[in-house]
Nanobody, 130 residues
Framework: QVQLVESGGGLVEAGGSLRVSCTVS????????MGWFRQAAGKEREFVAA????????SYADFVKGRFIISRDNAKNTMYLQMNSLKPEDTAAYFC???????????????????????WGQGTQVTVSS
């Protein structure tokens, strides 16, 4: 059973920074491609960032490019989302997700669609005050 636990959310002023983490257990972390999504109140869940299994490929939604950085630490079974220059419109619950990838592929693929992911965390709330 794969379990994902997000942490690090909270309240921050506009222009500030926050780092959220996602710790994975239950299966070899190194085999997962991973992503972050967010869902604001009354809105659909949307893609934020993704990272490939080998960590060499990344993708970002246009609205976070240049502000957010996705990374992973295989030794700690943890993925991170460093969020800088936060804006009130970044307020949302942030969810991490993982997709198992076959060891025989290159490991360089990332996934931006929600339906590409099999396992999800419970979410961590990020609130940005103006």
């Amino acid at each position: 059973q794969v379990q994902l636990v997000e942490s690090g959310g909270g309240l921050v002023e506009a222009g500030g920074s926050l780092r959220v983490s996602c710790t994975v257990s239950g299966r070899a972390f190194r085999n997962f491609a991973m992503g972050w999504f967010r869902q604001a109140a009354g809105k659909e869940r949307e893609f934020v960032a993704a990272i490939s299994r080998n960590g060499e490929s990344r993708s970002y939604a246009d609205f976070v490019k240049g502000r957010f950085i996705i990374s992973r630490d295989n030794a700690k079974n943890t993925m991170y989302l460093q969020m800088n220059s936060l804006k009130p419109e970044d307020t949302a619950a942030y969810f991490c997700a993982v997709r198992y990838t076959e060891p025989f592929d290159s490991g360089s693929f990332y996934y931006t669609r929600k339906d590409a992911y099999s396992y999800w965390g419970q979410g961590t709330q990020v609130t940005v005050s103006s």
